[in-house]
């Protein structure tokens, strides 16, 4: 018992041109008859996609924290700021909600963004049938958070525009931002690249036909 | 999806047209994460790499220390990183747990020091005041040894003066700390050359060791000759030679100073070593006098007052100072009343000033020999006034010739040095001399050799009177007997004015010896002309 679906009718749609057309049979590519575009039922090599983008953003969000974002030069002399020690500088200083908005947006979404994707794909690949609505829930609110995480690099790169008194003090981006910028940018295309109609496919919701070609 | 009831058939809709799939192998997505890990490996190598080693400093305080923040710098560059502190297990000492930077990890060696630097005054200078803004940070000085080390115990001052300053560290002994201090001036010729590095009590408290550094090239003018003394703020003395003030710089004045100078010939000795020990003398006066070696006690007794002679009044050998006066006594002796100055005599004084041998070396003699020899021809002590104004004395070494024969008793302890009369007593002499001088002048004899004159001319008057009185009285008759009386009268004068006549031979001796009394006083007002101050001072002998 299924629910009808594009791909459970043999249907699929030109992404470009919006024609509805019949699937061609076997493993072939598809070609809109109206356009000439490339017609895929669910984003091409998703799965390989996301992986291959989270484990980037893995990799990268070591030294993102390691590594300072910002230099600040100032009379009182230098000093390098790590992302986390900006959290820890503006929680000692006081101003704890700044703090805890700077930790939510550059520590925890990315974190928690590439475990959730992590445990998403995972899912997918283990064609897990539980909760299939609770997953796409998640990933939509991934879709959402996931530009706050820009937060810091925002930051930085004011201050770094507007702190320029020369000798008396001046900010300048480390390359620990780089890094950070490439972990947000890695993991929104990962998000992006994950098709959570795959979801469906693995829980069996959708009919007969193997959800998962290409 | 829901089916809506209104939309076409899908046997009406269009047919996908189909191309041969392209057969991919592993997708170009897998480049990225490649990419990643490879920046991660390489950053991950970079931070391994360039960590440098880890090492300890002790220090007693840890006061405005931050572990994370407090940098270590060489020469204003950052060059390691304070990482955490904690205490020693003794709770007597603070370690500091710092890291190095890479590059400056064969910074680390034996005799690396480090301090942390606050703001402070040194010398003349305010040093650190960078520190007051960017909070405290430790120096520190790379030694130059090649051996490594990870444990350091702190200094608690600033060195002066760092390892690659060139020049040579000096230890100046002293008895007493004066006033200088840490980063004091040391001058030569009124020149900075150099600082005092540190002070500390000799181990066993007998006194102050003072390391100072002195800057190359000036380095190069210390030698085994040179003398070190206190040019500590405003010397002002009264003595025999009037008021002197003495300063070596304003600088000097407010934070003290030590000054050098070299005796005799700089060329002639090598430069010192370094870490050569000198002493550091009170005053440029005392440092620059001789190296008193042997120093001969002697007596020194008067008949005069010697009211302005002073404990440490000098003694003097036409300009040289010789020796010091150490006490004063009065002695009764033969029923008088001699006042005794006892002095020390330095005898080398005199010898080392002279290029080559002294004299009395190449004779051969010893000190008391050649004292003997110098007392023979004539040389005596003798009190001096020193000075008009201040009316100091001092004690005067010198050749009188015609002093009556002394010796010098080397058995007497200390030994009795002879003695002449003081200057002063010495102008009543003079004019003694020339009171009896004048009186045996033969004033009389010259009184009565000219009365015995005056009284033949006055003979010669009264016959020339009785002459003229016969004239008158026996007029022209007796002309001619008048003129044969005359003859007779001119014989007469002719008789008393001859070469032979005793008028004559008197009248010139009375001459002779006022003649020579004049020159005799013509010959003092000269001399006192041209010495007045004899008239105080006295004559000097004659050399
Ligand atoms: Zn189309």
Known sequence: MSAPTAVGRGLLACSVCELVMRAPSGATQAICPRCGARIHSRKPHSLARTWALLISAAVLYLPANIEPVMI???????????????????????????????????????????LALAFLATSVQRRSTRRPLARTRLYRILEFIGRWSMLDVFVVMVLVALVNLQALANVQAARGVLWFGCVVVLTMLASMSFDPRLIWDAAGENDGRDARRT | MAETPDGPEPGELPQARVVEKRRGGLPLVWIVPLVALLIGAWLAWRSISETGPAFVITFKTAEGIEAGKT????????????????????????????????????????????????????????????????????????GSSKTERRDFSGLAEQPVVTADDPGRHFILKSDALGSIGLGSPVYFRRFPVGEVESYQLDKDGQGVMTRVFIKAPYDQYVNAETR???????????????????????????????????????????????????????????????????????????????????????????????????????????????????????????ATRQVGESARLKHGWTREQAFDELVKIGMRAQVRTGNLLTGQLYIALDVFKGAKPAKIDWDEKPPRFPTIQGSLTGVEENIATITKKLAAVPFEEIGEDLRRSLGELEQTLK?????????????????????????????SVERTLSQEAPLQQDLRGALREISRAAASMRTLTDYLEQHPESLIRGKPEEK
């Open chain 1, 72 to 114: 600040t030069t100032s009379i009182f002399g230098a000093q390098r700021d790590t992302i986390l020690s900006g959290v820890a500088y503006l929680w000692t200083s006081g101003s704890w909600p700044l703090a805890v908005l700077v930790f939510f947006a550059s520590i925890s979404v990315p974190l928690l963004k590439l």
């Open chain 2, 71 to 142: 940098k270590i710098k060489y020469k204003s560059v950052d060059v390691g990183l304070v990482e955490s502190i904690e205490l020693s297990r003794d709770r007597s000492k603070v370690l500091i747990h710092a890291r190095m930077e890479k590059y400056a990890a064969d910074y680390l060696v034996e005799d690396s020091r480090f301090w942390v630097v606050r703001p402070r005054i040194i010398g003349a200078s305010i040093q650190g005041l960078d520190t007051l803004l960017s909070g405290s940070f430790i120096g520190m000085d790379v």
């Open chain 2, 463 to 491: 016959s020339m009177d009785r002459l003229v009185k016969n004239l008158d009285q026996e007029t022209r008759p007796e002309v001619s007997e008048t003129l044969a009386d005359l003859r007779k009268s001119l014989d």
């Open chain 2, 228 to 350: 070190f003394w206190e040019a500590s703020g405003i010397d002002l003395k009264l003595n025999a030679s009037g008021v002197s003030l003495d300063t070596e710089s304003l600088a000097s004045i407010l934070v003290g100073g030590i000054a050098f100078q070299t005796r005799g010939d700089a060329k002639l000795a090598n430069p010192a070593a370094e870490n050569a020990e000198f002493r550091l003398f009170k005053n440029r006066e005392t440092a620059l006098s001789y190296e008193d070696v042997v120093a001969m006690p002697f007596a020194f007794s008067f008949k005069e007052s010697l009211r302005g002679l002073s404990i440490g009044a000098p003694v003097d050998f036409r300009g040289i100072v010789v020796g010091e006066v150490t006490d004063i006594q009065p002695q009764f002796a033969n029923d008088a009343i001699y006042m005794v100055a006892f002095a020390k005599v330095y005898p080398d004084r005199t």
